[in-house]
C-alpha cells in the first residue's frame, strides 16, 4: 500500500463498460462511513455512459451519484494519476487487454453477474441491479472492515480473495 497512514487508501473498480457494477461499487465505497477509502470507477472498454438502472437504485438508497461517469482505466495508469492501493476487477471483465497498475496496487477478482445481460422484463433487469448492488454492498462492507494496515500482505491478499470468491462468503457475515 502507497498511502501513509492518515490518507485514505485509494480503490479501483474495474469493469468491462464501467456502466453499472463498477459505478455502483464506487458509489457504495463513497458514502461518508468509509472515510478511509477514496473509490474510483473504470472499464476496460467504457461505454460513455451510465446505466440509468444503476443511477436510479443508487439514488433510491442513498448512494452518491452526482460525480459518477464512465472512464477509462487508462486516466488511472496515467502519471497524473492518484496512486492505487487496490483494484478489484468485477468479474465477468474482459481479460483481453488486463492493464499491468502503476505502483502495484493489491488485487483482486470479484465475480458479480453483470446486471445489463438480462434481457427480460423491466421487473427482471430491476432485481439483477438489486442483486449486484446486495453482492457488491456485501463484499465492499467486508473488505472496508479488514484492519488492512495491520495484516501481513499474505494475508491481506488472501483476505481479498476470499471475498471475491463465492457469494455463500458474502452472505455469511
Same mark, same amino acid.
Given at each position: 500500500?502507497?498511502?501513509?497512514?492518515? +490518507?485514505?487508501?485509494?480503490?479501483?473498480?474495474?469493469?468491462?463498460?464501467?456502466?453499472? #457494477?463498477?459505478?455502483? %461499487?464506487?458509489?457504495?465505497?463513497?458514502?461518508?462511513?468509509?472515510?478511509?477509502?477514496? =473509490?474510483?470507477? $473504470? /472499464?476496460?472498454? @467504457?461505454?460513455?455512459?451510465?446505466?440509468?438502472? $444503476?443511477?436510479?437504485?443508487?439514488?433510491?438508497?442513498?448512494?452518491?451519484?452526482?460525480?459518477?461517469?464512465?472512464?477509462?482505466?487508462?486516466?488511472? =495508469? =496515467?502519471?497524473?494519476? @492518484?496512486?492505487?492501493?487496490?483494484?478489484?476487477?468485477?468479474?465477468?471483465? =474482459?481479460?483481453?487487454?488486463?492493464?499491468?497498475?502503476?505502483? +502495484?496496487?493489491?488485487?483482486?477478482?470479484?465475480?458479480? @453477474?453483470? @446486471? &445489463? %445481460?438480462?434481457?427480460?422484463?423491466?421487473?427482471?433487469? $430491476? &432485481?439483477?441491479?438489486?442483486?449486484?448492488?446486495?453482492?457488491?454492498?456485501?463484499?465492499? #462492507?467486508?473488505?472496508?472492515?479488514?484492519?488492512?494496515?495491520? &495484516?501481513?500482505?499474505?494475508?491481506? +491478499?488472501?483476505? &481479498?480473495?476470499?471475498? /471475491?470468491?463465492? !457469494? !455463500?462468503?458474502?452472505?455469511?457475515?
Amino acid at each position: 500500500m502507497t498511502s501513509s497512514l492518515h +490518507q485514505p487508501l485509494n480503490v479501483l473498480f474495474l469493469g468491462t463498460g464501467n456502466t453499472a #457494477r463498477s459505478i455502483m %461499487a464506487e458509489a457504495i465505497l463513497n458514502r461518508a462511513l468509509y472515510v478511509k477509502f477514496r =473509490a474510483f470507477s $473504470a /472499464g476496460l472498454r @467504457p461505454s460513455g455512459l451510465v446505466s440509468p438502472h $444503476a443511477i436510479r437504485l443508487l439514488a433510491r438508497v442513498g448512494d452518491p451519484t452526482g460525480a459518477l461517469r464512465s472512464k477509462s482505466w487508462a486516466e488511472f =495508469a =496515467a502519471p497524473s494519476a @492518484p496512486r492505487l492501493d487496490f483494484v478489484f476487477a468485477l468479474r465477468p471483465v =474482459a481479460d483481453d487487454g488486463r492493464p499491468v497498475w502503476p505502483g +502495484q496496487p493489491m488485487t483482486a477478482d470479484w465475480d458479480i @453477474p453483470d @446486471p &445489463l %445481460a438480462i434481457k427480460g422484463s423491466d421487473a427482471e433487469r $430491476a &432485481l439483477a441491479f438489486v442483486e449486484a448492488y446486495r453482492m457488491l454492498n456485501n463484499r465492499i #462492507r467486508r473488505f472496508a472492515s479488514l484492519p488492512i494496515r495491520r &495484516l501481513h500482505p499474505r494475508v491481506l +491478499q488472501r483476505s &481479498l480473495d476470499d471475498i /471475491g470468491c463465492t !457469494e !455463500e462468503a458474502a452472505e455469511a457475515e
